[in-house]
């Protein structure tokens, strides 16, 4: 007895080390790109839902043909009579035989919608991937909006102490200690916002991983940072990719099920026949004959259910029609919408990046310098504060905005532009188009 508890005990741990060997990639405070991705890969409830969709559309293709387990049944009648058997006895064997060329149209629908899950399911993964990787970028984005204010606050708190001893030997007016303290209360209000927007961001981020409440973790390091590469890249690369894409290449495949099903429904003229074997006695005189009987379902063409069920078909052959030109419409204004964007962004980043950010810092160093000598007053100073800041938030801004254009784009690429997570081969963009 104890031996088998033993076993079963081992068993059971067995069974359970994959799940209890799963590592949180939060444990060791740090949390890149990469594991983001790769752990919604796994844990994403949606992806998962989209994937699910293919057992569905396989168990669906099986069963399209419609044959159904047969029927037996028996039969007896007489039992009241005075005779000294039943007047009759019979067992009976029945098959339906759904009209076959409706069921291999039906079956050629199903098939076309399996493909069309798997194609959403790629497209499910670019999506997640770019999903995963805007989350991300944002997140390192509020951080560092948040430690701006917070270098912001520390200047602000120098040029208070400026003030302050300004003051103390007669130099300073009130008003301009009350202007400091005023500026550097909004500043700490700005940086609690801040701190709020960054901690929403990162649990949109976990969200979409897949954490359970009991994984998520505060103080998380991010470790890629938000650093400018000009990417070569032009709107045509993107553009040229539509009519392969997995969303379209999904539509069109949705499209021939719906045409597909409608044939299916047309080929219903044929009739569906039952076919019934038999054996039965008369009278007692044993199970030695044998019957063979057909029924056919005539199709009538006018029958309400049959015309309703044709127009139904109807309208979802034409819905597919227009929902796959749909598809192609939205994909190209995505496309367009992040290359202005992209654009935009790049071209503010590379006017910064020249001389502004160089000369706001330069221009604080200063003021502040000439505040403490007498030169200039407070007012000066915190204006050059604010363009020292507004500065640098309009460059992470628009190296935020240039990342998430980026990225937005290579959803429509074999490849990735920017912030590579991919750590397998990207799936075959073409995969089973053909079948």
């Known amino acids: 007895m104890n031996r088998l508890l033993f076993l079963t005990s081992c068993l059971i741990l067995a069974l359970a080390?994959?799940?209890?060997?799963?590592?949180?990639?939060?444990?060791?405070?740090?949390?890149?790109?990469?594991?983001?991705?790769?752990?919604?890969?796994?844990?994403?409830?949606?992806?998962?839902?989209?994937?699910?969709?293919?057992?569905?559309?396989?168990?669906?293709?099986?069963?399209?043909?419609?044959?159904?387990?047969?029927?037996?049944?028996?039969?007896?009648?007489?039992?009241?009579s005075d005779l000294p058997a039943p007047g009759e006895e019979r067992w009976t064997i029945t098959q339906e035989l759904p009209s076959l060329l409706s069921g291999m149209k039906r079956r050629s629908g199903y098939g076309a919608y399996l493909e069309a899950a798997r194609l959403e399911e790629q497209d499910a993964r670019?999506?997640?991937?770019?999903?995963?990787?805007?989350?991300?970028?944002?997140?390192?984005?509020?951080?560092?909006?948040?430690?701006?204010?917070?270098?912001?606050?520390?200047?602000?708190?120098?040029?208070?102490?400026?003030?302050?001893?300004?003051?103390?030997?007669?130099?300073?007016?009130?008003?301009?200690?009350?202007?400091?303290?005023?500026?550097?209360?909004?500043l700490k209000q700005d940086l609690l916002v801040a701190q709020a927007e960054f901690d929403q961001a990162r649990y949109a981020l976990f969200e979409v991983m897949g954490l359970t409440p009991d994984e998520q973790e505060y103080g998380v390091e991010f470790t890629d940072p938000l650093v400018f590469n000009d990417v070569d890249y032009t709107q045509d690369e993107s553009l040229g990719e539509l009519g392969v894409q997995p969303r379209y290449l999904a539509a069109a495949a949705q499209r021939h099920a719906a045409e597909s099903l409608l044939a299916a429904?047309?080929?219903?003229?044929?009739?569906?026949?039952?076919?019934?074997?038999?054996?039965?006695?008369?009278?007692?005189?044993?199970?030695?004959?044998?019957?063979?009987?057909?029924?056919?379902?005539?199709?009538?063409?006018?029958?309400?259910?049959?015309?309703?069920?044709?127009?139904?078909?109807?309208?979802?052959?034409?819905?597919?029609?227009?929902?796959?030109?749909?598809?192609?419409?939205?994909?190209?204004?995505?496309?367009?919408?992040?290359?202005?964007?992209?654009?935009?962004?790049l071209s503010i980043i590379r006017q910064l990046t020249g001389e502004s950010l160089d000369q706001s810092t330069e221009l604080l160093n200063l003021t502040l310098e000439g505040y403490?000598?007498?030169?200039?007053?407070?007012?000066?100073?915190?204006?050059?504060?604010?363009?020292?800041?507004?500065?640098?938030?309009?460059?992470?801004?628009?190296?935020?905005?240039?990342?998430?254009?980026?990225?937005?784009?290579?959803?429509?690429?074999?490849?990735e532009l920017i912030m590579a997570v991919e750590t397998a081969a990207p799936e075959s963009e073409n995969q089973g188009a053909g079948k």
């Open 126 to 186: 670019r999506r997640l991937r770019s999903r995963v990787k805007v989350l991300y970028v944002e997140v390192v984005h509020r951080q560092k909006v948040v430690d701006l204010l917070a270098d912001q606050i520390t200047l602000s708190r120098q040029a208070h102490q400026a003030v302050t001893l300004k003051e103390e030997l007669g130099e300073a007016s009130k008003r301009e200690r009350l202007q400091s303290q005023l500026n550097n209360a909004a």
């Open 265 to 345: 429904e047309q080929w219903t003229l044929f009739p569906d026949l039952s076919v019934s074997l038999y054996q039965q006695n008369y009278e007692g005189e044993g199970f030695d004959h044998h019957g063979f009987e057909v029924a056919a379902r005539l199709p009538l063409w006018f029958m309400p259910a049959r015309q309703g069920r044709l127009g139904e078909a109807k309208a979802e052959a034409a819905l597919g029609r227009w929902r796959q030109e749909a598809v192609l419409l939205e994909m190209k204004r995505e496309i367009e919408q992040a290359w202005h964007g992209y654009e935009t962004s």
């Open 17 to 80: 080390a994959p799940v209890l060997g799963a590592e949180n990639p939060l444990e060791d405070g740090r949390l890149s790109a990469v594991e983001a991705y790769q752990w919604a890969l796994d844990r994403n409830p949606q992806l998962q839902g989209v994937r699910l969709q293919e057992d569905r559309m396989a168990a669906s293709r099986r069963g399209a043909l419609g044959w159904e387990a047969p029927e037996v049944s028996y039969m007896r009648e007489g039992m009241a």
């Open 372 to 415: 403490r000598e007498g030169e200039v007053g407070l007012l000066d100073l915190i204006a050059a504060q604010q363009t020292y800041t507004a500065s640098q938030r309009r460059y992470q801004d628009a190296l935020f905005d240039y990342y998430q254009r980026l990225i937005t784009l290579e959803t429509y690429l074999p490849g």
